[in-house]
């Protein structure tokens, strides 16, 4: 079925005003009619279990598409239901995924910056290292010329 609400409203409108102005047409025709009061009588008696035969008819109508619209409605629930169910699914497994590579990012991060800081540690020993053994050299270079400055210092 492809009315929406607003047409379905509008059809229970256009019924309801059907039924209402068949039964004042058939009421007033009956009246100016030229009979007797038995046979008006009878006539509208005829007249109102055909325009209740015909609403019960009309509503079964009604209600056989209101039911198809609440089924329709109900499977569109459903779908949607069904596709959030979906996207959350998927939200959920791309933050978790972004979530994991900013954790292996951060452990990369972390180990280089180890590595590096290790790297950085070695290289100062060492030129410490270095720095000693050239200042224990300048320290017996410094002390031999100390000496020879002195045994020339005697010497004269």
Known sequence: MTQNDSSGGSFGAFLSGFL???????????????????????????????LRDRAGEEFQNVRGQAEEVIVSMRKQAGDLQQQARHTISEARNRVSSAAESGKETFQRIRHQGKESLEEIQQEGEQFIETAMEEGETFKDEAEQAADELRDDLENI
């Open 20 to 50: 209402f102005g068949g039964i004042i047409g058939a009421a007033a025709a009956l009246l100016m009619a030229p009979q007797s009061g038995e046979e008006t009588r009878q006539q509208l008696r005829e007249r109102g279990i055909e």
